[in-house]
């Protein structure tokens, strides 16, 4: 009983962060009318929870988000379990399926990265920021039709072994990974930032690279010196491979 209880709390909680979450891709303008969403594991449980689909983002609640296995499908007789959920579940499933270290994944229609993904061209990594956050460029991933397992697969191959925690779609839009549902939002709202200044750049000329030696050096700083401890112990289990300037 006390197992079900403490794992009924867990839930509870993530369906709170996740539903939160959905105010800041609105916040950050990273949405418009339904699209997008934000999904987040439950730990220590096979679960994750993402929001409905095709509800407006002023009408979701704690309840209202659904409750998935890890193979996509709802979980009967749990709260919100009556409505569809999004249709990127199966894209979520296999990411959570696939990548045990990711505890939150979110995917926007953010203007200027969606833009990058319709060029299928990746974001090179041109500034500073970029370095600390993202560990380099931000990669194109292939072409999927939405509503399988495609667009997972597409996130899982393009991101396994790369520092990135965000990936443009071709002809789709980003896909973020995180830690929890959070961290991933925080990558959704930084690439947006990243492929608006970078592409304001190239209107001037082209953007000067930064040497990869250089590159290396401002990510581990920001995983690994930059904020505060606590924080800097949880940064970075995502999306690392063995290949960041905020004051």
């Not at 891709?25 to 969403?37: E, P």
Request: overall charge negative; charged content about 20%.
């Amino acid at each position: 009983m006390s197992h079900d209880l403490d794992r009924d709390a867990v839930i509870s909680r993530v369906r709170d962060e996740v539903c939160a979450l959905h105010a800041e891709l609105t916040r950050y303008q990273l949405v418009v009318w339904t699209g997008g969403n934000v999904s987040g594991r439950v730990p220590g449980t096979d679960y994750f929870v993402i929001k409905p689909s095709g509800v407006s983002y002023d009408d979701l609640t704690p309840e209202s988000m659904i409750l998935c296995t890890l193979d996509g499908a709802v979980v009967p007789g749990t709260l919100g379990s009556e409505r569809s959920p999004s249709s990127d579940t199966a894209a979520h499933a296999y990411v959570y399926r696939n990548m045990p270290e990711v505890g939150g994944v979110v995917h926007t229609h953010s203007t200027y990265a969606t833009a990058w993904a319709a060029r299928g061209e990746a974001i090179p990594c041109v500034i500073t920021g970029m370095a600390d956050e993202f560990g380099g460029e931000i990669p194109v991933g292939p072409f999927a039709i939405i509503g399988d397992e495609s667009i997972g697969r597409g996130i899982v191959e393009t991101l396994s072994g790369h520092r990135s925690r965000a990936v443009l779609m071709q002809n789709h839009g980003p896909f973020t990974i995180g830690k929890d549902a959070r961290d991933a939002v925080k990558a959704a709202v930084m690439v947006e930032d990243v492929a608006r200044t970078i592409h304001l750049s190239r209107q001037l000329g082209e953007p000067i690279p930064i040497p990869s030696a250089s590159i290396d050096a401002l990510f581990d700083r920001f995983q690994n010196i930059y904020g505060q401890p606590a924080d800097r112990r949880q940064m970075n289990t995502v999306g690392q491979s063995p290949q960041g300037e905020l004051s």
